[in-house]
């Protein structure tokens, strides 16, 4: 009995670790690679993790149970791997419940943050721009942060040389300037080819340097935020 409630105790808490490993921390910079990449981080993260916390726990049980052994007697051997196996198990079952703890809190405190309201601008078409005024945008299909939202620049100078990139030789540009909820904002880098389709479920905004206008930001919008101030 003693050997099952331990493995049973061990597997629990490994897989409560993988679960919440990393979802209680901030964004970070996302690539292509790591997009693709993120899971086998997360598996080998948290391999390294358990391993740690299970390593730490053996040394502290087993040494408890040898001093325990030679104070009131028994086997010192069996008293040590005892005392080990069971410091592993415990040092597991702390640390998941503290990572499904952190994990919790974290999502309560997004789900409870206040909007981030931002302003960006997006550069059309004259006969789009009057549609976009009365129907709203249409989600793009595709991009260099994939497609399922709306992009915008954070600036108007960044908006307008991104249009004129896609309609070379088209006609003036109308810049719609428009408000959005930033929300749970991932920065990105793709310097290559468009992505059809939505990357990234988890982000509200995705966000990246402008390659036709350095120094501004474009951002696909995918939370439906979006508000023609103008």
Known sequence: MYWVV????IVVSIVAIVLSYGTATGPALVSIGAVQQSMGAVLLASALTVARIAISGALIGGLMGGLHAMAYGGDLWDSIVEGALWGAALNLVFYAVARIANAVAAKVAAANAKPKAATGYHAT????AKS?????FRESPGGRAGGGGVYVNNTKEGAIAEYWHYNQGGPKPVVLKVRY???NQVPFKNLGPHIQGSILPGADTIIFESLRKPGTYNILVKNGSIIILK
């Open 6 to 9: 331990t493995v049973i105790l």
């Open 181 to 183: 909820n930033s929300g």
């Open 125 to 128: 078409r004259p006969e789009y």
């Open 132 to 136: 976009i005024k009365e129907n709203g």
